[in-house]
């Protein structure tokens, strides 16, 4: 059997290992962006310093032809579900039995003037590392446009470098879909402590041309502009969907599958940030654009290619990030504000913030979230999954967080907050 897998990120690489790890199948791996697989969410610390480049590798060179997958730098430009065969820019046609769709995601442009100026981009690929650290060669001034996970990630990169950084965010509260008043202004503060000026409620109206095709300012609808020798763009990424598109494969934002991987074309399969189920998941998501998703959805779908009878669901929702030095874990499901269906209450000492969520009606506890404090995943995740009153002791406190090496946590304290709902 030749499976063949279209795009080398976590998905698709994960696919491979629990196909090869499961049996003696033909594996082909084809990625146009690079040869061998690279770590896309420690991209930042490459340009920081922190690591260097070859860190990014989580395997060997060699690991791949030891475990007999052939790698093809190449880019897929056609698919014929019905001969079963996927043609490569370079000319060379690849045949399969069951192909793999890993595809990832693609960053979002609005279309504003001048925004393929030199000098202005995304943070997605690895190209986009190299083009950055070229662009941004002595440079004093730049701009950061949109108040998400990757703006953040541009700004903290940029800072790194002593760049003096206009950080544009269109929402008048960080992340205020996801977070609470209290949350987006303990990122509020870090954004500030590093120096960086934060403009809230700031929507970007186009890039100024510096005569030579050269990003020189970014000007704002309320007719502000700032000088900008560098401009990242982080306003989310959508599904990469063209060649399943192009061959027929029905999709909607994503490459649309059943909890199998299954498209709607025969032995041909889609997983990670490409892929959106038919059948929302447990907590409600059709797409997971998510690094752990992704890498569960590859080891699944190997398996599943390699005879298991298995379907996808996400066990509890676990996300986390670093905002600065402001560490953030997330479990399950705690709404920016209290809705009908959930309520939330919360602990906070200065950095350090707790907020768990329990469902309204059965008071089962919905979710967890900590900033400046590290929450045991397991028992995270065992009490949501479990469904387990919210209300807490200072020992189960004890249990869910770690306590940092030189201070200690309120512990008891902590548990009366957030157990005193009204
Ligand atoms: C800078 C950055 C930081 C992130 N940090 C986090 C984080 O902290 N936590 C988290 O949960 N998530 C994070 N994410 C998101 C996470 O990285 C993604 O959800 C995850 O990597 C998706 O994996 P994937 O395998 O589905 O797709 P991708 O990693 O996008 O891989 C898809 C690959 O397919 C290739 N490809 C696409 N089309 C073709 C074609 N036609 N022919 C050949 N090759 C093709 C692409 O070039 C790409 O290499 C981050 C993302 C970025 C960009």
């Known amino acids: ?6 795009g080398n990120g976590i998905a698709g690489i994960t ?5 090869r790890k499961n049996g003696d199948a033909r594996l082909t791996i084809v990625s146009s962006e690079t040869e061998y697989h690279v770590a896309r969410t420690a991209l930042m610390y490459a340009y920081m310093g922190d ?4 860190d990014l590798k989580p395997y060997e060179d060699d690991f791949w032809t030891k475990n007999r997958m052939e790698l093809v730098l190449d880019h897929a430009t ?3 579900t019905a001969a079963r065969s996927v043609q490569l820019a370079s000319g060379r046609r690849l045949t399969y039995d069951r192909l793999v769709l890993a595809t990832g995601s693609r960053p979002n442009r609005f279309g504003w003037q001048g925004e393929y100026l030199d000098g202005v981009q995304g943070l997605y690929a690895w190209s986009d590392l190299k083009t950055m650290q070229r662009v941004t060669e002595g440079i004093t001034d730049a701009v950061v446009v949109g108040g998400g996970l990757i703006g953040i990630e541009l700004v903290e990169m940029l800072r790194s470098r002593s760049i003096d950084v206009h950080f544009l965010v269109r929402e008048t509260a960080y992340m205020d879909h996801l977070f609470s008043r209290d949350e987006s202004e303990l990122i509020h503060r870090q954004i500030d402590r590093h120096g960086v ?5 700031c929507e970007v109206d186009r890039f100024e041309d510096d005569g030579n095709g050269r990003v020189a300012a970014v000007t704002t609808r309320d007719g502000r502009s700032f000088p900008a020798a560098f401009a990242g763009i982080g306003v989310g990424v959508h599904p990469r969907t063209e060649l399943a598109e192009a061959a027929g494969i029905e999709t909607n934002k994503g490459i649309l599958v059943d909890r ?5 074309a025969p032995d041909v399969f889609a997983a990670g940030d490409c892929a959106e189920f038919r059948r929302p998941l447990v907590d409600g998501r059709t797409i997971e654009q998510l690094w752990y998703s992704a890498r569960r959805q590859g080891r699944i779908l190997g398996l599943i290619l390699s005879g298991k009878d298995l379907s996808y669901d996400t066990p509890v929702f676990y996300n986390s990030a670093k905002f600065f030095d402001l560490e953030y874990q997330t479990y399950g499901s705690v709404p920016a504000t209290d809705d009908a269906g959930l309520e939330t209450r919360a602990w906070q000492d200065g950095t350090r913030l707790v907020r768990v969520a329990r469902r309204a009606d059965t008071g089962a506890l919905a979710g967890v979230t900590g900033f400046g404090i590290r929450l045991r995943h397991d028992v995270a995740a065992t009490w949501i999954r479990a469904a387990r009153r919210a209300t807490f002791s200072g020992q189960d406190v004890r249990e869910l967080a770690f306590d940092p090496e030189f201070t200690s946590l309120p512990h008891n304290d902590i548990a009366r907050e957030l ?3 009204t």
Not at 51 to 54: A, I, M, P, V, Y
Request: no cysteine.
């Open 1 to 6: 059997m030749h499976v063949v897998i279209i």
């Open 15 to 19: 696919a491979a290992r629990f196909v």
């Open 51 to 54: 690591l260097r480049e070859s």
């Open 78 to 80: 056609d698919l014929d």
């Open 197 to 201: 000026h934060l403009h809230l409620g």
């Open 260 to 264: 199998s991987f299954r498209t709607s």
């Open 419 to 421: 157990s005193a709902w």
